[in-house]
């Protein structure tokens, strides 16, 4: 009976050597896109996939590497096979099993370079699994030339009918004020519409008096039988200063 026990152990042991190989590949990761080219500023996004053949359902981890002078490997990412996302400043993982999202944001050109995907598994001898290398290209941004008009997207109708609108409320003002113009200055010349109202101008009739003096004749006197029977005498009118005529003067002038 032990013999035969002994045997039993022996094959089994025999089996798991056998197929431990077999359960520790029970998971494969591959990565794609295989090439990827975007400009600074863009946002590159790479699929890793978890395959979920003969699954032993051990929990793992997928971590996110950058390969830095083709030997060294860099982990800049990583996620939980129970966490939704993970994101930070510059990556952003989502999970999707037995897909996983994996973006970089804000490209820089420094960014270029190897990346892959490892696959964390825990509780199997094989801990780490490693995908194929994609590679990503970062170009300069495109340069904006600043005396370059800006292109009128064809799809938005909408502006070209509020400039419309606009010049033609613009044209419909300067019409109606040439309009208004024009009657106001042939009204003006017609006399229908006085452009100042003039005081009324009031004629008085004034009357000056002078002072009349009589000179005689510095002659010595003349006995009344010797002077001529005619005798010439001499007079000056003497007239005040002038004065401007006034409302109130010529009212005094008529009473």
Known sequence: IWGSVEVALADLCAILLCCGPMLTCCR???IFPAVLTLP????ATFFCNISMENNSGSEYNLNWYKEINHSQAQKTAGISQYKRMEETEKYRLINHAPVFEI????????????YY????????PDKVMESSRSQLMVTAAPQVNATDEPEIEEGNPSEHIKAMLLVMLLLAGVVVLLIFGYLTFTYTRGGMIPLEAKPAVV??????YGVLEFQMDQCTPVPPETRPAEQTEYATIVFPEEKPVTPERGKKHLD
């Open 117 to 124: 995907c490892g696959l964390i598994t825990i509780f199997e």
């Open 28 to 30: 494969r990761v591959t």
């Open 203 to 208: 004629s008085v009739s004034t009357v000056d």
């Open 103 to 114: 973006e970089i944001l804000n490209l820089h050109q420094n960014d270029s370079g190897s």
């Open 40 to 43: 600074e500023g863009d946002k």
